[in-house]
């Protein structure tokens, strides 16, 4: 069974870093597109950073310049590094990836259980 295992809650003042991980296990033929959500309360959930298996990279506004997306296929895992954090990056954090596991004729998408970052002084 194909998962998504995110780790690195967090709790970071104004300013601070902080770095997210997921990491896919299970019995998997290939990991295509690995995306970064996140969901603030009573706000949707929005799209912060994602990256396809060549490693193309694509930000939202808020987060352009702050945040970096990475991710290791070997190992296949993605990253998520957070830098000058503000009180507005708060909120659940979600990993998301198109999968085709093996044995399988297509590919799927998958969520993480997601990981609270707080930014909080």
């Known amino acids: 069974q194909v998962q998504l295992v995110e780790s690195g809650v967090g709790l970071v003042q104004p300013g601070g870093s902080l770095r997210l991980f997921c990491a896919v296990s299970g019995s998997i033929f290939r990991v295509y597109t690995m995306v970064w959500y996140r969901q603030a309360p009573g706000k949707q959930r929005e799209l912060v950073a994602d990256i396809t298996s060549d490693g193309s990279t694509n930000y939202a506004d808020s987060v352009k310049g702050r945040f970096t997306i990475s991710r290791d296929n070997a190992k296949n895992t993605v990253y998520l590094q957070m830098n000058s954090l503000e009180p507005e990056d708060t909120a659940v954090y979600y990993c998301?990836?198109?999968?085709?596991?093996?044995?399988?004729?297509?590919?799927?998408?998958?969520w993480g259980q997601g990981t609270q970052v707080t930014v909080s002084s």
């Open positions: 998301n990836a198109d999968i085709k596991p093996t044995m399988s004729f297509r590919s799927y998408n998958y």
